[in-house]
């Protein structure tokens, strides 16, 4: 059985069979109309040079050669981090934290050199016992 629909790209009503189109397919009248489809959303200039791109590039393509992807990639974006909120230039896809130190207060990790029972993180000893509880010269707590 058929149904009649129009074209997402052109709008022209067809004609696509009843099993077509209950899985979803047949929206399209022709081939041309189905690249025109995907064409549309596509970036017209490459991110890193600005020159245009391939027609026959994928729509979420972002540069036009192997070159400008690992050139693009190697100079990095200005973020500020989630935690302290400094900017600082990152690696994409990569790099959310300015340091390690804000990475390590980030996945909820205290940093080094702190003292554990100032934070709360050590409780003080019921029975006046507390043997690990002396400075600790070299550590400066």
Same mark, same amino acid.
Not at 38 to 43: L, V
Not at 77 to 106: D, I, K, N, W
Not at 123 to 130: I, K, N, V
């Given at each position: *059985?058929?149904?009649?629909?129009?074209?997402?790209?052109?709008?022209?009503?067809?004609?696509?069979?009843?099993?077509?189109?209950?899985?979803?397919?047949?929206?399209?009248?022709?081939?041309?109309?189905?690249?025109?489809?995907?064409?549309?959303?596509?970036?017209?200039?490459?991110?890193?040079?600005?020159?245009?791109?391939?027609?026959?590039?994928?729509?979420?393509?972002?540069?036009?050669?192997?070159?400008?992807?690992?050139?693009?990639?190697?100079?990095?974006?200005?973020?500020?981090?989630?935690?302290?909120?400094?900017?600082?230039?990152?690696?994409?896809?990569?790099?959310?934290?300015?340091?390690?130190?804000?990475?390590? *207060?980030?996945?909820?990790?205290?940093?080094?050199?702190?003292?554990?029972?100032?934070?709360?993180?050590?409780?003080?000893?019921?029975?006046?016992?507390?043997?690990?509880?002396?400075?600790?010269?070299?550590?400066?707590?």
């Amino acid at each position: *059985m058929a149904v009649n629909v129009f074209c997402q790209q052109c709008g022209r009503e067809f004609s696509v069979s009843g099993a077509r189109f209950a899985h979803g397919r047949g929206r399209f009248c022709s081939k041309q109309c189905f690249a025109l489809h995907r064409r549309k959303g596509r970036a017209s200039h490459c991110a890193h040079c600005g020159r245009p791109m391939p027609q026959s590039a994928r729509p979420e393509t972002r540069y036009c050669s192997r070159e400008c992807v690992t050139a693009g990639r190697k100079a990095g974006v200005t973020r500020s981090c989630v935690v302290c909120g400094a900017s600082f230039v990152s690696v994409p896809p990569y790099g959310h934290t300015c340091s390690t130190l804000c990475e390590a *207060m980030q996945g909820g990790v205290r940093p080094a050199f702190d003292d554990p029972w100032a934070c709360g993180d050590i409780p003080p000893d019921r029975y006046a016992r507390d043997l690990y509880r002396a400075a600790d010269p070299v550590l400066g707590f």
